[in-house]
């Protein structure tokens, strides 16, 4: 099969909660993280395409379930971050809830890929999410954004206290430097992908 090319990613369709996704075949890969961790913006540097995903200074941008089509059968799924502390309680746990609903019962999802600001790794609930994914048998790409705003001793002194945390949680993972900006990670995020799409969309 030749490689990948995501370059070609289109915009497929949005939903406001799990219940309503009316897409049934294929495989797909959600990116999760905190409001503002950049997941946005890593759909878009991996398509090459800068309005693909809306990303925005302000955070809660994304609200609705999106769905990016690579190549048929093959979806990313760029989800509402969480933890936007001037959303309203009422806000939050609605967004919470579209997404764990979402995590916990499609089937389609077959890798998910983690987006932590390297400054503020590993908070809460991203923890949950480890969890969910643990207990679903998901495997994990944790991506460490904005690496572009640490020195190179720093990044590297985040990376341990992450790998060190995620050692007590799960038995694989992968943890990548990534920066939307500087364009660092791209490809290792795109081998990543390739591995899921290959290894799962011949069992299909
Ligand atoms: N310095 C730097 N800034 C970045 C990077 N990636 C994203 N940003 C900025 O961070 C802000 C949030 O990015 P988004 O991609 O919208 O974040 P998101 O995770 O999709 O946010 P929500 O939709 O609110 O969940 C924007 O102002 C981006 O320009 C990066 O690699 N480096
Ligand atoms: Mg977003």
Redesign the pocket.
């Known amino acids: 099969m030749n490689s990948i090319n995501y370059n070609q990613t289109v915009f497929l369709k949005s939903f406001s909660n799990t219940t309503n996704i009316d897409i049934k075949n294929g495989i797909e890969i959600p990116f999760v993280?905190?409001?503002?961790?950049?997941?946005?913006?890593?759909i878009n540097s991996l398509a090459n395409h800068k309005k693909l995903?809306?990303?925005?200074?302000t955070?809660?941008?994304?609200q609705l379930i999106n769905f990016f089509e690579v190549v048929s059968n093959f979806r990313i799924v760029?989800l509402?971050?969480y933890g936007?502390s001037k959303f309203s309680i009422l806000k939050k746990l609605k967004s919470q809830n579209i997404l764990y609903n979402y995590l916990s019962k499609r089937k389609q999802i077959k890798g998910l890929v983690l987006?932590m600001d390297i400054r503020h790794p590993l908070k809460i609930l991203d923890q949950k999410i480890i969890n969910i994914s643990v207990k679903r048998n998901i495997p994990i790409l944790i991506l460490l954004?904005?690496?572009?705003?640490l020195t190179t001793s720093q990044k590297n002194f985040q990376f341990k206290i992450v790998n060190k945390k995620l050692i007590q949680l799960l038995d694989t993972f992968q943890i990548e430097f990534?920066?939307?900006?500087?364009r660092i990670g791209i490809k290792k995020l795109e081998l990543k992908l390739n591995f899921w799409y290959k290894k799962n969309i011949f069992f299909e």
């Open positions: 993280g905190y409001s503002n961790s950049g997941k946005s913006s890593a995903a809306r990303s925005s200074k955070p809660g941008r994304t760029d509402p971050g936007y987006l954004t904005k690496c572009d705003k990534f920066s939307s900006l500087k």
